[in-house]
């Protein structure tokens, strides 16, 4: 972590190592982890809720069972206390003849002893009693609020009465059906009627005990605290006792309930309390769909029954808060593990990130830049070190590619020194004269490499005799330069040493020198020639070179029959064949090497010879057949890769005009008006000689210069005539400028301070200073009583 | 061919363009010199001497140009000079009448060079 801040601190690769947070392995990582984590904690949960709702329901329900069997048995105990209190009445009344005042006690005293019982009824029939009158006392209890009661003396019709008439009828005890009663303090009641028989069960009257609902549903009450748990009490006949809405009780039997409040779900309840037996079931509220599981109990043989039911969300209640709680605590858990995950992942994505930002540096050169986390044992160590080993390797080799580069370089330079040196071997275009004949030579050469082994050369021998080779050594390339310069050398020395106009000879001595030594068995093709100036007598032999061509001034083409001998190179001692012709003003002779008529196009056409020849009809001179063949080879080439030296080679051969001299006479200095008449008739005579624009503009600032420093200063040293002669004479234009003065030497002025400050320079002398520049050779002498200055220059103007 | 002279409006950078062809030699730099001292009489700053079609120059022609480089150099200001063909360019390099650093091929290079020149003593005089 300690790299994080030179991280920072980098320049560009930050951008590159910036992974936005979304494609981030991290949150990848902790988004993924944290998923499953989510999912596995939720089908864990699913499975434990529903495993535990099964339970809670299962435990739910029968504790509903066992409490509904409870509450049962604890009504029925209280119902069959009731029973018992009526019975022992009866069984005491038939066991012992007692008085209506012992009966009536004895009844107090049994519903006194019976919490549960309020007051009771004694009827019997005429006859029963001692006094055989009848009875129908009402026994109240009164602390528990019921006044007693003669119903014979209140008029009471008992006989009228259906439950009076069943239960005389009857062989066993009945409850009644609650009923509301006024005399009995304003509550509901539910009475047991038991029949009185004697021994002969012939029947004697009744007894019945009042108990109040309340008593019974008193009993209920704890039920009701359970929450979701509800209570309903039935009479025997279906009238509901106990219900939990608020209105019911009383007013409903079970059936009329379930058909007024569509309750049909309660109807197999209703079926199995009129069969008096006992029912588990779940239905939901057909009105609501609130989903309950309810028990329906009888209690004992008292034919009521009690319902009660648990509903299913208080029974899950508490199962869904702490499935909530767990489901939060399983949240956090897999929050946290996610974060944890984000932390470990931190320890991969950073020294990864830190490792890009290397990466990032050493892509930007910066070799130096260290790589963090290369100690580490684990995986990012490896990548680390394996980094570090790349970027090692990338040094060493851009090292390498480093020296090969600068090696290339250097020898690259070599090369364009050498070929410097090789193109400055090679002479320049000529003009040479011969009495009125002129000839201009000029030659092109264009290596395929940055050296080549094409040559040509051409030397003066004596006045009268110019020699010319053109030859193309074997392959191309340094070897080829290197050998090219050694046959150059011993061309020249060869037609040095030449006595005549003998070529063969040349030819012949030059192999020899080559021959020796020459491991490496290169050779030359070479023409050589040599023209005598003055006639244009020209004698040629080819060491296996192409004949060269001459285009007679009519236009004719001719080939020179020249029978090739061998190449220079291979054995000394050969035999070569001399052509002898003359070159005739309007002639051009046209030599070139292979690379020419060689030269390929795209569809690998050579050029060859008849090509050249078109193009040569139509050259005016050397210079323009050596240029236009170039162009004509180029254009046919048309980018195809030049595959060999090009050189081409020509003489042409003029008349020269009438020896141009132009030679006026002026008196100084009354005739300085008629200088510009010098100067035209100057422009007049060196262009009709073929002399170029800028040489006649040098020699005319040359005469106008000296002219103008005679009529100027000479009148102080005796001078009144001066006169200007010019003419071109072998190849040079001369200059002769006369005056009849005192001797004095002009050139011997002091040269002007060129370098001076502007203000310190004098705006004159600079006249003399040109002359001397402009002129390639100037000489003062006297002659015969004249100062004779001659100036010359060359014909051609030197390369700027 | 005589010479002629032309002489274009004042540039805004107070330069003269002043196109000189023709010959310019003993006869006739006595013209330019002529026209040259009008033209300096006033506060021009610079002089562009624009050659193309000037075709032959002796050291007469020469002097006419030193002499106004002179006058003008008194004043801080400059001659340069553009276009010129190979043989007056050649007659210029021998005499060194004006630095080679004040010869230039083009006129829109003579302007530009001048357009500094002048920068650098607008510059100068605010110092």
């Known amino acids: ?800 | 061919m005589a010479l002629s002279v032309r002489i274009h409006p004042l540039h805004p950078n107070g330069s003269q363009r002043v196109e000189i062809a023709g010959r310019l030699d003993t006869h006739t730099y006595g013209d330019l010199d002529d026209r040259l001292t009008l033209v300096l009489a006033s506060k021009v700053q610079s002089l562009l001497l624009d050659l193309a079609a000037l075709d032959y120059i002796s050291s007469a022609g020469v002097r006419s140009v030193f002499r106004a480089r002179k006058l003008l150099a008194e004043r801080g200001g400059k001659v340069v000079i553009a276009n010129a063909q190979p043989q007056v360019q050649k007659v210029f390099d021998i005499v060194k009448a004006v630095p080679l650093s004040e010869i230039f091929r083009t006129v829109e290079e003579a302007d530009a060079y001048l357009y500094r020149i002048q920068k650098k003593i607008v510059a100068g005089d605010e110092d």
Request: include cysteine.
């Open chain 1, 1 to 800: 972590m300690d790299a994080t801040p030179q991280v920072a601190a980098g320049p560009g690769p930050q951008a590159d190592v910036g992974v936005p947070w979304h494609a981030s392995l991290r949150t990848r990582l902790m988004l993924w982890v944290g998923l499953l984590l989510a999912l596995l904690l939720l089908a864990g949960f699913a499975t434990a809720f529903y495993a535990a709702r099964e339970r809670v329901v299962a435990d739910a329900e029968a504790r509903t069972r066992y409490e509904a069997r409870q509450a049962a048995d604890r009504l029925d105990a209280t119902m069959r206390s009731v029973q018992v209190s009526g019975e022992a009445l009866i069984e005491l009344s038939q066991r012992v003849t007692l008085s209506r005042s012992d009966l009536l006690a004895a009844m107090e005293a049994m519903l006194e002893a019976n919490p549960s019982t309020v007051g009771g009824l004694v009827a019997l029939e005429p006859g029963v009693l001692a006094d055989r009158a009848p009875l129908a006392y009402y026994v109240g209890i009164g602390a528990r609020g019921v006044p007693d009661r003669d119903l014979l003396a209140d008029g009471y019709d008992l006989a009228g009465r259906d439950w009076y008439q069943r239960t005389l009828n009857a062989t066993s005890a009945w409850w009644s059906e609650p009923y509301f009663n006024e005399t009995a303090g304003g509550r509901y009641m539910t009475t047991l009627n038991l029949p009185l028989r004697d021994r002969d069960a012939r029947r004697m009257g009744m007894v019945s005990l009042d108990v109040p609902v309340q008593a019974l549903s008193s009993s209920l009450e704890p039920l009701r605290t359970v929450n979701g748990q509800r209570t309903a009490l039935f009479a025997p006949a279906g009238t509901i006792a106990v219900h939990p809405e608020r209105g019911i009780a009383f007013a409903h039997t079970l059936s009329g309930y379930v058909a007024s409040a569509g309750r049909s779900d309660l109807a197999p309840m209703e079926a199995a309390r009129g069969q008096g037996r006992a029912l588990q079931f779940n239905h939901a509220d057909a009105r609501n769909g609130v989903a309950r599981y309810s028990v329906l109990q009888p209690i004992g043989e008292s034919g009521w029954s009690l319902q009660l039911s648990l509903g299913r969300d208080a029974m899950l209640a508490g199962l869904d808060s702490a499935m909530r709680m767990l489901a939060l605590i399983g949240g956090l858990v897999a929050l946290l593990a996610a974060l944890a995950v984000l932390r470990l992942a931190r320890r991969i994505t950073v020294p990864l990130t830190e490792l890009t930002a290397s990466a990032g540096h050493f892509a930007n050169g910066e070799f130096d830049w260290p790589v963090p986390h290369d100690a580490r044992g684990d995986e990012v160590g490896v990548m680390a070190r394996a980094l570090e080993r790349a970027r090692d390797s990338i040094r060493l080799q851009l090292d390498e590619i480093g020296r090969y580069a600068s090696e290339k370089q250097k020898l690259q330079s070599e090369l364009d020194i050498a070929r410097n040196i090789q193109r400055s071997m090679l002479p320049r275009d000529s003009v040479l004269a011969g009495g009125p004949r002129r000839y201009r030579l000029q030659a092109r050469l264009e290596p395929a490499k940055a050296v080549g082994g094409d040559f040509h050369a051409h030397f003066r021998q004596g006045d009268g005799r110019v020699w010319f080779v053109v030859g193309d050594v074997s392959d191309k390339g340094v070897p080829a330069a290197l050998f090219m310069a050694r046959a150059v050398t011993v061309l020249e020395v060869a037609a040095a040493a030449a006595a005549g106009s003998r070529p063969d000879e040349v030819l012949v001595d030059a192999g020899r020198h080559l021959c020796a030594g020459n491991e490496a068995c290169m050779f030359a093709t070479v023409l050589c020639g040599v023209l005598e100036l003055a006639s244009g007598d020209l004698a040629i032999a080819s060491a296996g070179h192409d004949a060269p061509l001459l285009r007679r001034a009519d236009g004719r083409i001719e080939t020179i029959a020249l029978e090739s001998g061998p190449a220079l190179g291979f054995d000394s001692g050969g035999h070569y064949d001399v052509w002898r012709g003359r070159l005739q003003p309007g002639d051009l002779l046209f030599a070139w090497t292979d690379g020419v008529t060689e030269a390929f196009d795209a569809g690998e056409d050579a050029f060859g010879e008849d090509r050249l020849r078109e193009v040569l009809q139509v050259s005016k001179g050397a210079a323009d057949a050596c240029d236009g063949l170039l162009v004509a080879v180029h254009r046919f080439a048309s980018g195809a890769a030049q595959s060999d030296d090009i050189t081409v080679f020509a003489i042409d051969c003029s008349q020269q005009a009438e020896p141009g001299v132009a030679s006026i006479r002026l008196q100084v200095p009354g005739e300085r008006g008629r200088l510009p008449e010098v100067l035209d008739a100057l422009e007049a005579t060196l262009g009709r000689a073929g002399i170029e624009a800028g040489r006649i503009h040098d020699a005319q600032v040359i005469v106008e210069e000296l002219v103008c420093n005679v009529m100027d200063h000479g009148a102080v040293h005796g001078v009144d005539a001066l006169s200007v002669d010019a003419f071109v004479e072998r190849g040079r234009v001369v200059l002769d400028i006369r005056d009849n003065g005192a001797a004095y030497d002009p050139l011997g002025h002091a040269p002007p301070d060129l370098d001076a400050d502007i203000a310190d320079r004098p705006i004159g002398g600079l006249g003399i200073h040109l002359v001397r520049e402009l002129a390639q050779d100037a000489c003062y002498r006297r002659d015969g009583g004249w100062n004779l200055l001659r100036i010359e220059l060359g014909a051609i103007l030197p390369p700027s």
